[in-house]
């Protein structure tokens, strides 16, 4: 009984391994085919579904900022070379009352007579990279002028009108456009057209009398371009006049300075003057350039040859640019030909080699017929 227990025992458990190993295996097989069914499904809409072509965005176009305009600045002392004048217009070292490098624009009273208003002028020559437009503002001062009464025009014109036999020059009236009185420099303005390549501006001084003698001294321009450049001409270095300063001194006269602003030479009744000239039409703030070559380091002393009406005048000196000194006209002469001798002096040091000395007034109403230094003591 016992072994037949036993065996029966056996017999369940044998049984119950089979039908687990029975059961794994087919939860394996249903598995299996589950993964087989997923592995061949049809793909997911996302798969199989065509590209679409994704728009391209139209590039945004940037506005590009126009080019600033172009401003080029012409005068008559760095520029000199491109002002032509004819007739009995001048090339001048100053004016009354525009102490600068300017063209005095004067009208031959002949020439008005006879209705030839444009025998005296300047032409200017300006050379444009391409055509364009321009807006020329001009300084100038009328020196002559009566305010309020003078009927000043500046005339104006390209070469293309000036070549033309019937020509009308555009104008400015100067007395209606002015912000101040027409004896300072003052700025004016027009419009003007470029061809490429070079033109000629041509400017003309007119009267509402057509008076000659009268003038409009014109010292710069700036012209503010559409488009392009203009190119000026590299003006060759001025040459300085260095004049040999011996230990015993020299005169210092209209015959050896170096440079002139604000100031005119013109001739003198001085019977003391070695060169026939003064210097005179002093402007506030002119002055005169010597370029002394000093052969003996030293103190020396400037006196002064001056004529004045009213007693009235100063001159600030300089040396190499410092100011070493100054002087106050009081002396009244009762004319500007009428000459003496200024009682004060200035005291310099000069050292071996070359220096500049410069005389600038400070206050107008005297005339200089020269300078004496001399070593002191």
Known sequence: MNKMKKKHVIFVKCMSLFLIAVFALSFAGCSGQKDAKKATAAPTAAVTAKPTAK?????????????????????VKENPSIFTVFGTAQLAESDAGVPKKCIKLMQNREDLDNEEFYKSGVSITLNASEACSATVYITLACPDAINGASGYSLLYCLNKEYENP???????????????????????VFDIELDKGENKLYL???????????????????LKLSAGDITLPKEPEREKNVIDFPAEGLVLDTANYDELNGVQAEPT??????????????????????????????????SYRIASPEGSGALDIFVDDEEVGSIEITEKTGDFQAWTDHDEKTEIELTEGEHTLKFTSAESGFNISFFTVLPKG
């Open 55 to 75: 728009q391209t965005e139209a590039p945004v176009e940037v506005p590009t900022k126009a080019p600033a305009a172009k401003t080029v600045e012409i005068s």
């Open 204 to 222: 003309f001084q007119s009267t509402a009398n057509n008076d000659g003698g009268w003038r409009i001294s014109v010292t710069s321009l700036k």
């Open 166 to 188: 019937e020509l009308e020059a555009d104008r400015i009236d100067l007395d209606m456009d002015s912000l101040e009185p027409l004896q300072t420099l003052q700025e004016f």
């Open 269 to 302: 009744k001085d019977e003391k003057s070695q060169s026939g000239q003064n210097f005179g039409y002093f402007d506030s703030g002119a002055s005169l350039t010597y370029v002394l070559n000093v052969k003996k380091t030293g103190k020396y002393e400037i």
